[in-house]
T-cell receptor
Framework: DAKTTQPPSMDCAEGRAANLPCNHS???????VYWYRQIHSQGPQYIIH???NNETNEMASLIITEDRKSSTLILPHATLRDTAVYYC????????????FGTGTRLTVIP | EAQVTQNPRYLITVTGKKLTVTCSQN?????MSWYRQDPGLGLRQIYY???????DKGDVPEGYKVSRKEKRNFPLILESPSPNQTSLYFC???????????FGPGTRLTVT
């Protein structure tokens, strides 16, 4: 699975959009981009995933560049409850369901 | 409510005393996994299962055993726990390999 690079930490003002970048320059054509988050020491929570098209759901939007070498997770209106560690993961769809969680980005939403 | 449950949530034990951490899911998922989380190392997969009676090693399987006799349950067994197995453990399940994984609340294990 491709390696990802994320900034270790970011701050965002409450109510503003939080844009979390992820670099995955060695991604293969059959690898998807997944985002999970972990609030304190709770179990990680799935947010969104995509292959090459931009995706949106009730939690967030995922913007993947045309060359697929990077992506951005957007939380449109960050709240204090969005303070968490966000993980960008790249992997193929099939096979073992291993998710390689790196160190992620610690997002702090500031009142 | 769709969920993954783990028991116990907290456990303090001594070196060498066999223990089992249970994991159960009510979503009829095919795939189940165990992860451990340690500071600075992120989450690492211990074992996974793609179906009943089908299990395989993840990245850090040494010192652990698993079984999948029923679709809903995937217990993690430490036959002879050691202090380096002190960690936060998560069970997860998914419908198939690529779909979103649902994680349990975690089990904090301390081995003295």
């Amino acid at each position: 699975d491709a390696k990802t690079t994320q900034p270790p930490s970011m701050d965002c003002a409450e109510g503003r959009a939080a844009n979390l970048p992820c670099n995955h320059s060695t991604i293969s054509g059959n690898e998807y981009v997944y985002w999970y988050r972990q609030i304190h020491s709770q179990g990680p929570q799935y947010i969104i995933h995509g292959l090459k098209n931009n995706e949106t759901n009730e939690m967030a939007s995922l913007i993947i560049t045309e060359d697929r070498k990077s992506s951005t997770l957007i939380l449109p209106h960050a709240t204090l409850r969005d303070t968490a560690v966000y993980y960008c993961i790249v992997r193929v769809w099939t096979g073992a369901n291993n998710l390689f969680f790196g160190t992620g980005t610690r997002l702090t939403v500031i009142p | 409510e769709a969920q993954v449950t783990q028991n116990p949530r907290y456990l303090i034990t001594v070196t060498g005393k066999k223990l089992t951490v249970t994991c159960s899911q009510n979503m009829n998922h095919e795939y189940m996994s165990w992860y451990r989380q340690d500071p600075g190392l992120g989450l690492r997969q211990i074992y996974y299962s793609m179906n009943v009676e089908v299990t395989d090693k993840g990245d850090v399987p040494e010192g652990y055993k698993v079984s999948r006799k029923e679709k809903r349950n995937f217990p993690l067994i430490l036959e002879s726990p050691s202090p380096n197995q002190t960690s936060l453990y998560f069970c997860a399940s998914s419908f198939e390999g690529g779909t979103e994984q649902y994680f349990g609340p975690g089990t904090r294990l301390t081995v003295t």
